[in-house]
Structures are given as C-alpha cells and as structure tokens.
T-cell receptor, first 111, second 115 residues
Framework: KNEVEQSPQNLTAQEGEFITINCSYS?????LHWLQQHPGGGIVSLFM???GKKKHGRLIATINIQEKHSSLHITASHPRDSAVYIC?????????????FGGGTRVLVKP | GAGVSQSPSNKVTEKGKDVELRCDPI?????LYWYRQSLGQGLEFLIY????????KSGLPSDRFSAERTGGSVSTLTIQRTQQEDSAVYLC?????????????FGPGTRLTVT
C-alpha cells in the first residue's frame, strides 16, 4: 500500500462545478503539500499545510491530522483548472523535508 | 526573482552513454532536491542536499546515479551508462531552509529519453 493515496485518479467536470480531490496518508507527517501540473508544464506548489484550512482564490485545502486526510476543493471550476493535482507529504520521520507523492488526480474541466 | 532553472530542457541519448543534468536553485535556498517523474512510477525522490551536510542519497535507484552540489548552489545529476528505464522527467526543487516543512519550488524539468 502506498503511503499517500489520492482519489479519484481522473475527474471530469463542467465549467462552474465544485470539485473535490481527496488525499489519505498512512504515516506521520510534518506537512502536506498540494501541487499542480498543467499538461506539458512544470509543477507549482498550491498549498502547504499542517493543520486546518487554507484558501487561495477559488482553491481551498483542508487537512484533518487525526484522520490523516486532506481535501483540495476547486470552486466555480474553469477550463484553465484542467491539470494534474498531486498530493505530497513531508514525512515526520524523515530529515530534510523530502516529499513522498500520491499518484495524482487528472482533472478536466469542460466549457 | 528568478525561479529554479534546469538544463537542458530535453535530452535524447543513446543507451550506454553518460548524461549530466543541471539545476540552478533559487538564490539563497539552502535545500535542493532531485525528483524523477516517470510514466510507470509517478513522482519519486532521488537525492537531497542541505548546506554543507552529507547529501541524503536514499532515493537513488542504482549506483549509476550520482549528484553533486558545488558551492552550495548549482547541482548536477549524472547518470552513467544510461538505460531505457532511465527515461523520465528529472525535476529539481529548492527550498529556503531545512527543518520543519517549507514550500518547495520546482524547476521546469529535464525530459530524458534514452533510445
């Protein structure tokens, strides 16, 4: 079993819909990261969080440390949100903050 | 300011050849990471540098892979005697400090194709 699991693997939404991506992890972490990768593009860090909730524009990330679960929400989705969203964790036992990644969620938002 | 840069952006090499990939981290970032993104494996950690400390090489897949970081800044990842399974996008990231968790800034990657 992978230490970081994401669901769904693929998601298609109509423009304007509310999107939720889930991430579960099985180990102690110091932080959880949400990353975005557009087709053919580089990786951009969206959020880093260790508790509670963060919001940036139409994106919201939440984490429940006790349940070892995080969600990324996209409100009022737009075709430009089409990308792969990757959950990654910094393991508490590991020095140096190196990341362990989930398998990614491919999101397609149709106009 | 300038982000993380990597060169070359694309590299095609023949099986058995050696390749060198370069990463220029964000100025002032003391931590530097190499990751690999391949179709079958997703994203995986390769190696980590922090200041003058010994690097964490725990993610290197074989002894054909090595990396160095000169002067606490630029890093090169070297793959000797390349194999087809080495084909992947090699990503470099940097962050401000070690200890605790800090946001990592990724470079655009080098796409390596071994023919």
């Amino acid at each position: 079993k992978n230490e970081v699991e994401q669901s769904p693997q693929n998601l298609t939404a109509q423009e304007g819909e509310f999107i939720t991506i889930n991430c579960s992890y099985s180990v102690g972490i110091s932080a959880l990261h949400w990353l975005q990768q557009h087709p053919g593009g580089g990786i951009v860090s969206l959020f880093m969080l260790s508790s509670g909730k963060k919001k940036h524009g139409r994106l919201i990330a939440t984490i429940n440390i006790q349940e070892k679960h995080s969600s990324l929400h996209i409100t009022a989705s737009h075709p430009r949100d089409s990308a792969v969203y990757i959950c990654a964790v910094s393991l508490m036992k590991a020095a140096g903050n190196k990341l362990t990644f989930g398998g990614g969620t491919r999101v397609l938002v149709k106009p | 300011g300038a982000g993380v840069s990597q060169s070359p952006s694309n590299k095609v090499t023949e099986k058995g050849k050696d390749v060198e990939l370069r990463c220029d981290p964000i100025s002032g970032h003391t931590a530097l990471y190499w990751y690999r993104q391949s179709l079958g494996q997703g994203l995986e950690f390769l190696i980590y540098f922090q200041g003058n400390s010994a690097p964490d090489k725990s993610g290197l897949p074989s002894d054909r892979f090595s990396a160095e970081r000169t002067g606490g800044s630029v890093s090169t990842l070297t793959i000797q005697r390349t194999q087809q399974e080495d084909s992947a996008v090699y990503l470099c990231a940097s962050s401000l400090v070690q200890g605790g968790a800090y946001e990592q800034y990724f470079g655009p990657g080098t796409r390596l194709t071994v023919t």
